[in-house]
């Protein structure tokens, strides 16, 4: 099971919108609408952000949403901010109860 | 509250063994599959595996099957993930997570594991 595909990292300064890409195959993300994502500050345990492709848990603000197509899911932040500095990553269901990761990417607030 | 608890950081060498804990709160804790998750210093997240604690059913990412461990004791809410013989290359934050909706909705504060001769 190979890592999904991300960007090493994004750079956006505030109030601007900043995407992330998620790359994999159709044995993860094609094949399954169960895309998560995570936030990570530096020595923080991950949070998730979105699950299911494009929903919210609670308390997520509505500036974080997700989508996808074919292979390829995407996070993007509308109205950057200085606390979303972070690194994120992807995660899919791959079937019979396993996931896969995605590489990482750093977002970087200008 | 729900809340998963690990054990604390642990300093080993290589050739021992090791298994570390994972305790749930705030919830049922036999109703949700829980997953490990190694990052390794300066490098991303890995999934490791994953059990059920009602019937011990156990899933193993290919790139950990054979190298690790996952157990789990319902009695007392407590998940593991162990070792048999370390490697300086376990050496890594490994983190326990709750199964929500095909996400994984609750963290441990995660548990340093320290290999070195």
């Known amino acids: 099971q190979s890592a999904l595909t991300q960007p090493r990292s994004v750079t956006g300064s505030p109030g601007q919108s900043v995407t992330i890409s998620c790359t994999g195959t159709?044995?993860?993300?094609?094949?399954?609408?169960?895309v998560s994502w995570y936030q990570q500050h530096p020595g923080k345990a991950p949070k998730v952000m979105i699950f299911?492709?494009?929903k919210r848990p609670s308390g997520v603000p509505d500036r974080f949403s997700g989508s996808k197509s074919g292979n390829t899911a995407s996070l993007t932040i509308s109205g950057l901010q200085g606390e979303d500095e972070a690194d994120y990553y992807c995660?899919?269901?791959?079937?019979?109860?396993?996931?896969?990761f995605g590489t990482g990417t750093k977002v970087t607030v200008l | 509250e729900v809340q998963l608890v690990q054990s604390g950081a642990e300093v080993k060498k290589p050739g021992e063994s090791l298994k570390i804990s994972c305790k749930g709160f705030?919830?049922?804790?036999?109703?949700?599959?829980i997953g490990w998750v190694r990052q390794m210093p300066g490098k991303g997240l890995e999934w490791m595996g994953i059990?059920?604690?009602?019937?011990?059913?156990?899933r193993y990412s290919p790139s950990f099957q054979g190298q690790v461990t996952i157990s789990v004791d319902k009695s007392i809410s407590t998940a593991y993930l162990q070792w048999s013989s370390l490697k300086a290359s376990d050496t890594a934050i490994y983190y326990c997570?709750?199964?929500?909706?095909?996400?994984?909705?609750?963290w441990g504060q995660g548990t340093l594991v320290t290999v070195s001769s």
């Open positions: 997570a709750r199964q929500g909706n095909w996400d994984f909705d609750y």
């Open positions: 705030g919830y049922s804790f036999n109703n949700y599959w």
């Open positions: 059990t059920y604690p009602d019937d011990s059913d156990t």
């Open positions: 159709s044995s993860d993300i094609g094949g399954y609408n169960s």
């Open positions: 299911d492709v494009t």
């Open positions: 995660c899919s269901y791959t079937g019979r109860y396993t996931y896969v």
